[in-house]
């Protein structure tokens, strides 16, 4: 029995000097930035999974402490995943806007970029995600800030809900709902040119899809490197339940695509209203008829819109959210807000998005309220190839 232990524990050594040592000759060429101790085999990944499993934390809240240890930009290893953390805007800016072409991709390591490959565009890479990255880019250009048209369609929806909140008549209420109820049609509308009737059913069962949706992103943490903590993850959140709710979801959004193509069937072109939706089947049918390769599909479109309700809906609702908490929380930042609004205003006029350089502590306050509260806390991005920042290499 000694004679087998000893064995055992020989063979477990020499696999680990053997890891130690492969890793070693994989790292030894990097001037790699600083980090916290790692351990030998699992690098830092159970000082993480001590931190939110047991502790309780978020996963940003241990790479805040590990950044205030180490600095800005921090080295991390979690089993065989080399991973840096970049705490600071500006160097995040200086790599992933002045050398994108090497920091677009998604890690292919987490789930549901494994689940979601070339789909859509925010788990999309490759060829079809720059095709449809270049088509988005175009469009949020068409339709985006400063143009007129947008913001008669926001201003709309904003008229809408000032007369839901009327109706409260001053009285305690829960704001959620109406203000996911603007979002969402603000969102429709600029996809489709359509928009619901406040109130609507149908639309009421996709907001409350998509804040469900949500439980999913727990799925996309770091953890996911390691197979036998997806699996762990994946029972823990119950995956059958988690995957019926995007089924759902692609449901919902597939009756909403039909219903603008019915409409669109059925109304002249020149009454239809541009939208992304509308430009996109333009562009698909040109494609199709003049046998152009392309990923533009009816699956791709879905997916797109999927993507768009999400990673615009949930951030721009809690924001408004967060604005509403620290203007009860703080009566006179509100009351200087409400005073140069109608100073700069008065009582009636609509303010546009051209103006807001009259409002410089409102927008200050927003600014403010915006570091403080940040609704989307990591952003992953992989190296496509090896990249530099000042004496530091982020290998491929």
């Known amino acids: ?49 001590y931190s939110t499993f047991i502790q309780g934390e978020p996963a940003f809240v241990k790479f805040s402490q590990w950044a205030f240890q180490t600095g800005p930009i921090c080295y991390l290893r979690f089993f065989r995943q080399r991973v840096v953390v970049i705490s600071d805007a500006r160097i995040a800016k200086r790599l992933c806007v002045n050398q994108a072409d090497k920091f677009t991709e998604r890690p292919p390591g987490l789930f549901l970029a494994r689940v979601l490959k070339n789909k859509g565009i925010v788990f999309n890479d490759g060829p079809s995600w720059k095709e449809h990255r270049t088509f988005l880019t175009h ?24 007369h839901q909140i009327g109706k409260t008549d001053g009285k305690n209420h829960d704001p959620h709902p109406d203000i996911a109820t603007a979002v969402y049609n603000i ?38 490197y390691v197979i036998i903590l997806t699996l762990w993850h994946l029972l823990w959140h119950n995956f059958l339940r988690l995957w019926l709710i995007v089924l759902t979801r692609l449901y919902y959004f ?23 939706m509308y430009d996109y089947l333009v562009k698909m049918a040109e494609f199709q008829s003049s046998g152009t390769p392309t990923s533009f599909s009816e699956t791709q479109l879905l997916w797109m819109v999927s993507d768009l309700f999400i990673a615009g809906g949930e951030t721009t609702v809690t924001t408004i959210r967060w604005i509403l908490l ?16 109608v100073n700069a205003f008065g009582w009636d006029s609509t303010p546009t998005y051209a103006q807001r350089m009259q409002l410089p502590y409102t927008e200050a306050f927003i600014n403010e309220v915006l570091r403080l509260g ?23």
Request: aromatic residues 12%; charged residues 25%.
């Open 139 to 162: 469009e949020f250009r068409k339709y985006g800030f400063g143009k007129q048209s947008m913001e008669q369609r926001i201003q709309y929806v904003v008229d809408e809900y000032l």
């Open 187 to 224: 969102i429709w509308t600029i996809i489709s040119g359509d928009k619901f009737k406040w109130g609507d059913p149908f639309l009421q069962k996709v907001i409350k899809n998509l804040e469900t949706n949500l439980q999913a992103v727990e799925l996309t943490g770091p953890h996911n």
């Open 1 to 49: 029995m000694v004679e087998v232990f000893s064995i055992a524990t020989a063979a477990f050594g020499l696999l680990a000097a053997t890891i130690y040592y492969l890793w070693r000759q994989n790292q030894k060429n990097y001037r790699l930035p600083p980090g916290p101790k790692q351990n030998l085999i699992f690098g830092n990944l159970m000082e993480l999974i």
């Open 374 to 396: 940040g609704v989307a806390p990591g952003m992953w991005r992989n190296t496509s190839q090896d990249a530099t920042f000042e004496n530091y290499d982020i290998p491929k």
């Open 254 to 276: 597939k009756k909403l695509i039909a219903k603008f193509k019915k409409y669109r069937e059925e109304t002249s072109i020149s009454e239809v209203e541009e939208s992304i």
């Open 326 to 341: 620290c203007l009860a929380k703080y009566p006179q930042g509100q009351e200087r807000v409400r005073q140069e609004i």
